[in-house]
């Protein structure tokens, strides 16, 4: 916890934990599941930091999508107490723990979700790959933006959208120097467990 410039405790770490005592005190009514210790960081942190934090606590750790991780900064962006502004340079503050090519994917993300506003309905659902092939072509043509915003509003479903992201790499993929269209590779994710 720290104390904020009203003199109000705010969480800096651990509300999952919090969040499950809860659970478990409401589930139980086990008076030990009622109160948990906290230490108070009388320091108050810069307002990055307090983002950096909240960052290498909850997202590094999770499982999240790039899409996801362009928000947070996208959000810290406009944060009017940080003063920060751009999100895509603070994708280096606060994500620094990330490696710089996995920053690069985000910082892609970043400019694909501002790009395309509130067009892209399900961000979330949108690979790696595609989101940084569409961003790298909105990049590379202007006023292409508009014509995928456009096409996007017909979406309704995320296989939709992916397919009209798709359709808008296609229409403006250059033929590769081989002559040969460049393949879809469906990608495989494996896990395993230890």
């Given at each position: 916890l720290y104390r904020d410039s009203d003199g109000r405790f705010q969480l800096k770490k651990g509300w999952r934990r919090v969040t499950a005592l809860k659970q478990l005190y409401e589930e139980t009514g086990d008076e030990r599941f009622s109160s948990v210790?906290?230490?108070v960081s009388e320091s108050q942190s810069n307002r990055i930091d307090l983002y950096i934090d909240m960052v290498e606590e909850n997202?590094?750790?999770e499982?999240?999508?790039?899409a996801e991780m362009a928000q947070v900064a996208i959000l810290a962006s406009k944060d009017s107490e940080l003063g920060a502004g751009d999100a895509e340079a603070l994708v280096g503050r606060l994500y620094s723990s990330l490696h710089k090519m996995k920053r690069s994917y985000i910082r892609s993300f970043v400019y694909l979700l501002n790009e395309l506003e509130d067009a892209l309905p399900f961000p979330k659902t949108v690979?790696?790959?595609l989101g940084v092939?569409?961003?790298r072509k909105l990049r590379a043509s202007?006023?292409?933006a508009a014509v995928l915003r456009d096409l996007l509003v017909r979406a309704s479903t995320?296989?939709?959208q992916n397919e009209v992201l798709d359709a808008f790499l296609a229409d403006t993929d250059a033929e590769p120097a081989s002559g040969k269209r460049r393949e879809k590779v469906e990608s495989v994710k494996y896990e395993f467990h230890v």
């Open positions: 210790i906290a230490r997202v590094v750790r499982d999240l999508t790039f690979s790696r790959n092939e569409v961003a202007s006023g292409s995320a296989g939709e």
